[in-house]
């Protein structure tokens, strides 16, 4: 039996000629326009090798025949060149991985600003008008109506007179309407007409006249619109079981505007003008100062003298 012979295989080339080859490749890649002339034909790559060896010899490099084929068919080959990816698709899908240093943080703030900006929205601006939307609804719906009844209740209880039974109630009406509408504004109007009738019922006080030094205790003007009238005021006050000034809304008969003021001039006939002046006129001191009382549960003042009803606040 003949013995199995294994043929050795063939033994890589060594490691400085591979690099001579790869030079030879570069230098030829520089002189492309010498290749373009030398490397076309067996004749013309034999003076191409002859070209080389003497550039190398010329720096002082021995390139043995070998090595110089080697390089000129590598070139040849394309062996040692690198060819970039033509464009398209996965060339594009490359370069944007290869550059996701540069996106990549870009991309994460934008979408960390976008789940901020939307969660903002959604979970704080949403949330905060759908709960408003709520809220008023409840209130026009229950809280105002409510409301109105528990002062209309009040106002019931305590009144003395039939007229603020009647007023109360022309209000609560009207608040209720404008709320079934949804007209906040006329509901919360008719809601704060209704306490300030309340209010009115409640005061307790006694209206007198001013006196003290240096302050006018009455006073005449001429209206603008008839100059030939003359119009007489005495300067009151309204004063509560405690001994304190109270500050009233009086409507300005002049201007036809509500002011909370603590004095002001009512408007009286001429003869009580004349009899109040003459009372401080005999000893600075005006005795019959009293203008009127205005009782709990009652809507008006019981009037002690003769008036007629306007007022000022300015004068």
């Known amino acids: 039996m003949t013995p199995h012979t294994e043929t050795p295989a063939a033994e890589p080339a060594p490691l400085d000629e591979v690099m001579l080859a790869m030079d030879v490749v570069d230098?030829?890649?520089?002189?492309q326009d010498l290749v373009d002339r030398e490397l076309n034909g067996e004749a013309r790559a034999q003076a191409l090798i002859e070209r080389l060896r003497t550039l190398y010899r010329e720096q002082g490099i021995t390139v043995s025949d070998d090595v110089l084929k080697a390089g000129v068919k590598a070139l040849g080959?394309?062996?040692?060149?690198?060819?970039?990816?033509?464009?398209?698709?996965?060339?594009?899908?490359a370069l944007f991985y290869v550059r996701r240093s540069i996106w990549l943080p870009v991309?994460?703030?934008t979408g960390l600003a976008l789940t901020i900006g939307l969660g903002g929205y959604y979970f704080g601006w949403v949330a905060f008008r759908d709960a408003q939307v709520v809220a008023a609804k409840t209130e026009l719906t229950t809280t105002l109506p409510e409301a109105m009844d528990a002062v209309y209740a009040s106002i019931f209880e305590e009144t003395k007179v039939q007229q603020a039974v009647g007023e109360a109630e022309d209000l609560r009406t009207r608040g209720k309407a404008a709320a079934a509408e949804g007209d906040r504004a006329a509901a919360e109007g008719a809601l704060a007409d209704l306490r300030a009738l309340s209010d009115r019922l409640r005061r307790d006080f006694t209206l007198r006249i001013v006196n003290q030094q240096g302050v006018k205790s009455g006073f005449w003007t001429f209206p603008e619109i008839n100059t030939e009238a003359t119009n007489y005021y005495i300067v009151v006050e309204a004063?509560?079981?405690?001994g304190r000034t109270l500050s009233l809304p009086i409507a300005n008969e002049e201007t036809g505007t509500v002011e909370t003021v603590s004095r002001w001039g009512l408007r009286v006939p001429e003869a009580t003008y004349r009899q109040i002046e003459a009372d401080k006129r005999d000893n600075g001191i005006i005795e019959n100062n009293i203008v009127g009382l205005k009782q709990y549960g009652f809507l008006d003042v019981d009037y002690a003298m003769p008036v007629l009803g306007g007022a000022v606040t300015r004068w």
């Not at 230098?27 to 002189?31: A, E, I, N, V």
């Open 77 to 93: 080959e394309k062996r040692f060149s690198y060819s970039p990816v033509p464009p398209g698709l996965m060339r594009a899908l």
């Open 27 to 31: 230098t030829l890649r520089h002189q």
């Open 107 to 109: 991309l994460f703030a």
């Open 239 to 242: 004063v509560g079981s405690d």
